[in-house]
């Protein structure tokens, strides 16, 4: 009986362009963001009718309901329609993401390769967030534009001044600041691993279904995914949407949003 070949944490090359390395969890970033291209081309074609056909009409409930849902979160329509072009992608892009990671082909087209002394067999098409460097890039944009909302909202010094106080000034005020500086930099630890962990797991756990009971029984598991790969890609945007919503509240709670929707 052959034993069970889990996923390894890290991603596999593919082949070189160059010096730079093109890994399968690239492939299928790259697959997504066109995907999302053909969908925005198909979009525009449309001309955006007064009169929808089917494609628009889905495509209005689906923006319609991202942004009735996110102004829910952040409280305020006009916040909604600043942020709404970063964290509705953010959203549809790891959703799209997660679930082209369960389709048939991905994990089980491989091309062998030698490593160690031995060919082993390495898949072509590997699940983008199961790729901690590519849900850490993510991070990062998430929580670099929430730092470039709060200084355009705030300016400069009054964000700084959340995070810098003079202690000979204000010693409790300086403590907590320097704890919501280190706060901002966990941010990217908890988005990239819990993004990466549960993406990660669920490969894993289909591996092992798929060599225990083929066939069937894997199906469930499959629905799961697509379920946890939702609930995943709502987490991570419905929280950039909260943090971006404390980025542009200044200590006395005053919102400063009209500088960036004007800018």
Known sequence: MSSIETPPLASETIFHLGSFEIRNTLIMAWLAVGVIFV???????????????????????????LFDFF??????????RTFFPLIA?????????????????????????A?????????????????????L??????????????????????????????PWRDPIGSFVGILEL???LAKVISFSFRLFGNIFAGEVL??????????????PFLGLELFVGFIQALVFSMLTAVFLKMAVTGHGGHE????VAHA
């Open 89 to 113: 992608t953010i959203f549809l892009f790891l959703m799209l993401a997660n679930w082209m990671g369960i389709f048939p082909g991905v994990g089980s087209i491989t091309i062998p390769e």
């Open 115 to 135: 490593a160690e002394g031995r060919i082993i067999n390495v898949p072509i098409f590997r699940s983008m967030n199961a790729d901690v460097n590519m849900t």
């Open 206 to 219: 289909l591996v092992v279904i798929s060599f225990l009971m083929p066939y069937l029984a894997p199906i």
């Open 39 to 65: 969908i925005a081309w198909f979009a525009r074609r449309t001309r955006y009718r007064e009169i929808p056909g089917r494609f628009q009409t889905l495509l209005e409930m689906i923006v319609e309901g």
């Open 71 to 80: 102004s829910t979160v952040i409280g305020d329509r006009k916040q909604t």
């Open 256 to 259: 400063s949003i009209h500088n």
């Open 137 to 166: 890039a993510i991070a990062l944009i998430s929580v670099v534009s929430t730092q470039l909302f709060g200084i355009a909202a705030l300016g400069v010094m009054p964000y700084a001044n959340k995070f810098f106080v003079a």
């Open 182 to 184: 280190i706060a901002e």
